[in-house]
C-alpha cells in the first residue's frame, strides 16, 4: 500500500455551534480515487475543504505527507479543488484559461504552450484551444476547468460534485473520462458526491458518511456486498433488510424461516439484521418451504422489472427480468450467497421496508393525474 497522502487526525469543526465533525479520522493514499460519499449535511463538504483549508478546524490536525499543514492558507497547499461551478473565465479562450496559473507562476511561455497542448489531448479537447468558453457544452467546459487545475501539477485534486451540472448520459461519460485521466495523471483524487452510482463506479476506496461520521471504508465491491450497517446498505443501492436471529455459525432464521447463510462469529441466538439485495432473489412457486408474498406493484425499469412483494405486511423490492401481475400470489427463493448478516445498530429498523414505496408510487400517479386535468381545463 502506497503511503498517506493526506491524514487527518481527530478533526472537529462547527457551524454556528452545530457540531458537523467530532474527532473525525482518515487516511487518503498517494494514487487513490478516493470518493466521499453520503446525503446531503453529512460532512462531507466539510472534510474536502477542511483538506483544502478554506474550513480551520477547532481541534485536530491536518498532515500532508506526515507534515502538519493546519495553519498553510489554500494557495500554498499543493492542491488544487474544482467545484460544482466551474468558475471558467468567461473573457479567456480555452487555451488563455489553461495558461492562467503557469502565466501566474511566470513559467515560460514555451513551457505553457506544451503543458496547455498536453493537457488538452489529455481531456479529449485537442482543436478547441481558441473557442471561447460561451461556446462550449457543459462538459467540455468541465474538462477545460479540469485542465486548468491539472496545469499547475498539483498533488491531489479536490472536487467537490462537480458532476452534478451535468445531464445525466454526460454526467456518465465524464465518469468515464475522469477515472481515465486519474489513472494517466497518478494525481490524487478526493471526490464528493451523493450519487451512489458515481461512487461505486469510478472509486478505489469509498468513505461512506452520515451525521459527521464514517459508517463504513471499502472498495465499491467491499461496500456493496459486505455492508456494516443499515444506513450503508440502504443508502449503497436498493436493500431489503430485515430482523433476524443468527442461531449458530451458518443458520439464520428472519420472515419466519430458517435459511442456511456463509456468515459465522456472532453469539447464539443473537439479533441481527439480514440484508438480502433486490436481484438476488428468485421467484418461484408458493409453497411451504418458502417464504410467501402477494405482488403489490409492478415498475418496468427497461432493462428488469422492479416488482414490490408484501410478505406479512413487509413489502419486499424484487428485481427481475421475470414479469409478475399484480395480485399474484408466489414464493421467494433465496441461496445462501444472497443472505448477509449485519450486527444491529442505531440504524436498525430504519431502512430496508418498501412499504412506502408503494404509496409514493400512488401519490406520484395522482399527481400526475390532477397535473393533466389543470392542463386540460386550461385548454
Not at 466539510?46 to 480551520?56: D, E, P
Not at 496547455?116 to 489529455?122: A, D, G
Not at 496545469?151 to 460534485?161: F, H, S
Not at 425499469?301 to 413487509?314: A, C, L, N, R
Request: charged content about 25%; hydrophobic content about 40%.
Amino acid at each position: 500500500m502506497t503511503h498517506s497522502i493526506i491524514s487527518l487526525k481527530n478533526i472537529s469543526v462547527s457551524y454556528d455551534g452545530e457540531q458537523v465533525l467530532k474527532g473525525f479520522n482518515l487516511d487518503i493514499h498517494d494514487g487513490e480515487f478516493v470518493t466521499l460519499l453520503g446525503p446531503s449535511g453529512c460532512g462531507k463538504t466539510t472534510v474536502l475543504r477542511t483538506i483544502a483549508g478554506f474550513v480551520t478546524p477547532e481541534a485536530g490536525d491536518v498532515f500532508f505527507n506526515e507534515t502538519k499543514i493546519n495553519d498553510l492558507p489554500p494557495h500554498k497547499r499543493e492542491l488544487n479543488t474544482i467545484f460544482q461551478k466551474y468558475a471558467l473565465f468567461p473573457h479567456l479562450n480555452v487555451y488563455d484559461n489553461i495558461a492562467f496559473g503557469m502565466r501566474i507562476k511566470r513559467k515560460k511561455e514555451s513551457e505553457v504552450k506544451k503543458t496547455v497542448v498536453e493537457l488538452l489531448e489529455l481531456v479529449n479537447l485537442s482543436g478547441y484551444a481558441h473557442r471561447g468558453i460561451a461556446q462550449l457544452s457543459g462538459g467540455q467546459q468541465q474538462r477545460v476547468a479540469i485542465a486548468r487545475a491539472l496545469a499547475n501539477e498539483p498533488k491531489i485534486l479536490l472536487l467537490d460534485e462537480p458532476l452534478g451540472a451535468l445531464d445525466l448520459k454526460l454526467r456518465k461519460d465524464m465518469q468515464v473520462q475522469l477515472k481515465e485521466i486519474q489513472q494517466q495523471t497518478g494525481i490524487t483524487f478526493i471526490f464528493v458526491t451523493h450519487d451512489q452510482e458515481e461512487a461505486l463506479s469510478m472509486s478505489d476506496t469509498v468513505v461512506v458518511m452520515d451525521g459527521g461520521e464514517i459508517q463504513q471504508i471499502g472498495t465499491p465491491i467491499d461496500i456493496y456486498n459486505e455492508p456494516k450497517n443499515a444506513f450503508v446498505a440502504d443508502f449503497i443501492g436498493e436493500s431489503n433488510i430485515l430482523d433476524g436471529l443468527m442461531l449458530e455459525d451458518f443458520k439464520v432464521r428472519f420472515a419466519g424461516h430458517l435459511f442456511p447463510c456463509l456468515d459465522k462469529g456472532f453469539s447464539k441466538n443473537t439479533p441481527v439484521d439480514v440484508v438480502i439485495r433486490p436481484e438476488d432473489i428468485t421467484f418461484v412457486p408458493q409453497d411451504a418451504s418458502h417464504i410467501k408474498g402477494e405482488v403489490t406493484n409492478v415498475t418496468f425499469k427497461g432493462v428488469h422489472y422492479e416488482i414490490i412483494v408484501d410478505v406479512d405486511g413487509f413489502k419486499w423490492m424484487i428485481q427481475s427480468t421475470a414479469y409478475q401481475a399484480i395480485g399474484e400470489k408466489i414464493g421467494l427463493s433465496i441461496l445462501p450467497d444472497a443472505i448477509h448478516v449485519m450486527e444491529k445498530s442505531d440504524y436498525s429498523g430504519t431502512f430496508g421496508d418498501y412499504s412506502t414505496f408503494s404509496d409514493e408510487m400512488e401519490e406520484d400517479m395522482i399527481l400526475e393525474e390532477e397535473a393533466e386535468l389543470e392542463d386540460e381545463n386550461e385548454v
